[in-house]
């Protein structure tokens, strides 16, 4: 059994920001397989299961959502190494995803919350670009703080680039779930 986390915020105020592109990827994923995810209050996720593995969301927020990943996992009994977290990079340009095995977080609090809720760094990460607002400053743009830019939502322009970046990972996440 694999469990595929998306992280994220909670709430409609959220929904489309650069932020919260992992969880975008996982409702797209239940979306296209035809499941929902339920609110699961003791694991503070959404949960949905499909192909005999598991798929969710954190109900709380980015920097303390690794206690989401913990707790799903515990319920489920999924090692570490069968986690894939999704989440947004700010350190790939959009458009640009990896996946990657027993990596540091990069500053990502998503991800260092998950790190020390598993206790351990040794679980598959696909990680998102959302680019990083310094490129606007030397493009002169003046960008805005990494704070503000991860919680502001795609340009038009970026949104077909990461519709079809979300198509690319559901694909993978077909083939990893087999």
Do not use: C
Request: glycine share 8%.
């Amino acid at each position: 059994m694999i469990l595929f986390f998306g992280l994220g915020n909670p709430g409609k105020d959220y929904d489309n920001t650069r932020h919260n592109l992992g969880q975008m990827v996982i409702k797209n994923f239940a979306k296209k397989n035809n499941f929902s995810l339920s609110k699961k209050s003791k694991l503070q996720s959404e949960v949905g299961e499909s192909s005999q593995n598991i798929f969710a969301v954190s109900t709380e927020y980015m920097n303390v959502s690794g206690t989401s990943v913990q707790k799903v996992a515990a319920f489920y009994k999924i090692s570490p190494e069968n986690i894939y977290v999704i989440h947004d990079d700010l350190d790939l340009p959009v458009g640009e995803w990896k996946l990657q095995f027993d990596r540091g977080p990069a500053g990502h609090n998503g991800v260092i919350s998950t790190i020390e809720n598993l206790g351990t760094q040794s679980f598959w990460r696909i990680r998102i670009g959302i680019s990083h607002p310094r490129l606007a400053e030397v493009e002169g743009k003046g960008g805005p703080s990494v704070e503000d830019y991860v919680l502001k939502p795609f340009s038009s322009d970026e949104k077909v680039l990461i519709s079809q970046t979300i198509d690319k990972i559901v694909e993978q996440i077909n083939i990893l779930g087999h």
